[in-house]
Nanobody, 121 residues
């Protein structure tokens, strides 16, 4: 089970830190990612971390968002800075079912329930 927290409303330029707490699995051995879906838009992966710690970001959040993990707490984070109105979306964390995989999570893998982030003045 993946449980997200930390969402909410913030003004442009503000910051939020999303948390994804996992139960029953080891985050450090699997591919994991944060996705988002804005109204009327397709879901996109904004940040991912491979099981070896390598990270990947979509261009629109590069330099503003940071994905990290705490192995001891079985938790993944998404720190979001310099937020823009276009970052408004429901954010989801996802983790690969397989250990040491090579692909980012998809519909067949584990997903959180989603958490709303609103950036507005």
């Amino acid at each position: 089970q993946l449980v997200e927290s930390g969402g909410g409303s913030v003004q442009p330029g503000g910051s939020l830190k999303l948390t994804c707490a996992a139960t029953g699995r080891i985050i450090s051995d699997r591919m994991m990612a944060w996705f988002r879906q804005a109204p009327g838009k397709e879901r996109e992966m904004v940040a991912g971390m491979r099981w070896n710690g390598d990270t990947q970001y979509v261009d629109s959040v590069m330099g503003r968002f940071t994905i990290s993990r705490d192995r001891a707490k079985n938790t993944v984070y998404l720190e979001m800075n310099a937020l823009k109105p276009e970052d408004t979306a429901v954010y989801y964390c996802a983790i690969d079912r397989s250990m040491y995989g090579r692909s980012w999570p998809d519909e067949e893998d584990y997903w959180g329930q989603g958490i709303q982030v609103i950036v507005s003045s």
